[in-house]
């Protein structure tokens, strides 16, 4: 594939992003959310993606590339460059170098390959680290503690509304399918994807043009779901990435985790792993969050997950909100934390992760920690439960009292 120079990206050509709340983005990694040509926000609850990649914002991002510009909406990945890493822009590149046609590359958009599509935020849990943004139970719970009178002028009961997009723009379904010839990669990673019915429709659309086979499918889910159904449809895909979104083990995975139970994910990811020896399309993967509640305890998550047989492991490093972020943690916090995990070995395969981990941690800015407990407390008390119980060497190297 000929490409205009040597920091070019293909992603403002063949790919869009929804957020959970219907917002676009040429990717997950822009700065901009894409706007129309009056100056508002494409809402995917109304507006449909040949309009989104004909505007003027995103032939004005086409031309910066063109020209040879580094776009400001684009710095995470110059950043991650310019500090000597592989960037989303590349790491693309490399997925999709041998299936984009090689034709001129001009400010028009070519058709979709790359899809990353967060469906709303209907999801049945609520976990800490995650927000009204990605879960209806979460925005139901902010509402539920508000007074009346402030509910609906609340952030929490706009992304109520925002985030039923999917179920609100019935025709989105429908004027996706006719979009999707050339479709590669597709990644559902935002609300509970399983719980979103519509999106396997619109994958048993591409199964009947017969294209499936070059399409690659990415989830990321809660491993409440066992989707009994998707079966008769992914077997016809590529490959089908299934990544658990897993941080922790037992009572501190269902504090986390609120509404969730551990014994079910377990008993799920067993029935993924079965379906995996009949289907060989299907790869598991767990996806592990790293933040305050579970930075002390990734040893012992780190042993279970290499008992498994995941396909891939990721150790994601959560950044937002900050006071979650092990990078604020309290200076004596970090020390207790160093210290246990220096002195209980996790898997050898893993060592190599947590020591990035640690190295994370103790190069961030620490705080006091007030603002950690007062939130952890808040929540506490909402949901009745107790950090102190289900994690109290936490609880105590936090000086939590609640
Ligand atoms: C928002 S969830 C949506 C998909 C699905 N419900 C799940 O939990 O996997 C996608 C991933 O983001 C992670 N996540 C949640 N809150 C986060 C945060 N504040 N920062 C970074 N990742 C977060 C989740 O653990 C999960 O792996
Ligand atoms: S399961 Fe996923 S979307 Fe739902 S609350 Fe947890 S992290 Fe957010």
Not at 287 to 314: G, H, K, M, P
Request: with cysteine.
């Amino acid at each position: 594939m000929n490409l205009p120079h040597d920091k070019f990206c293909i992603l403002p050509w063949i790919s869009l992003e929804a957020s959970p709340i219907g917002t676009v983005r040429p990717c997950c990694l822009a700065d901009d959310e894409i706007l129309d040509n009056n100056g508002n926000k494409f809402e995917l609850s109304t507006a449909n993606f040949v309009d989104i990649q004909i505007s003027d914002h995103m032939r004005d991002l086409r031309i910066k590339f063109l020209a040879g510009n580094r776009p400001e909406t684009c710095r995470k990945c110059w950043n991650e460059e310019d500090a000597g890493r592989k960037s989303k822009r590349m790491h693309t590149l490399d997925r999709l170098k041998h299936s984009v046609k090689d034709e001129p590359w001009t400010t028009d958009a070519k058709p979709l390959m790359f899809l990353d599509l967060k469906l709303g935020n209907i999801c049945n849990l609520k976990c800490r680290i995650c927000g009204s943004w990605s879960s209806s139970q979460f925005a139901t719970e902010e509402l539920n503690f508000m007074p009346r009178a402030e509910q609906k002028s609340s952030h929490a009961y706009q992304m109520l509304r925002a985030g039923a997009w999917p179920r609100k723009n019935a025709q989105f379904w429908s004027q996706i399918d006719t979009v999707l010839t050339d479709i590669r990669y597709i990644e559902f990673t935002g609300g509970e994807p399983f719980m979103i019915a519509e999106h396997f429709a619109m994958l048993q659309g591409i199964v009947d043009r017969g294209i499936a086979h070059q399409v690659e499918i990415h989830y990321n889910t809660n491993g409440t779901q066992y989707p009994e159904k998707a079966i008769e449809i992914w077997r016809h895909f590529k490959t089908v990435e299934i990544a658990f979104s897993i941080d922790d083990l037992d009572q501190r995975f269902e504090y986390q985790r609120t509404n969730a139970v551990w014994t079910e994910v377990c008993d799920n990811l067993e029935r993924f792993r079965q379906l995996r020896t009949q289907y060989p399309n299907i790869q598991l993967q767990c996806c592990s969050t790293v933040n305050v509640f579970n930075v002390r305890y990734i040893d012992q998550l780190a042993w279970w997950i290499s008992e498994q047989n995941f396909n891939f492991v990721y150790w994601n490093i959560m950044h937002d909100a900050w006071y979650f972020s092990i990078a604020t943690l309290p200076d004596a916090a970090k020390t207790a934390i160093t210290h246990h995990l220096r002195f209980n070995a996790a898997p050898a395969c893993y060592q190599q992760d947590i020591n990035g981990v640690i190295d994370f941690m103790n190069g961030g800015a620490s705080t006091d920690g007030s603002v950690l407990r007062s939130n952890i407390a808040e929540l506490d008390r909402k949901r009745n439960q107790d950090l102190k119980k289900v994690a109290p060497e936490l609880a105590d190297i936090l000086g939590y009292e609640n």
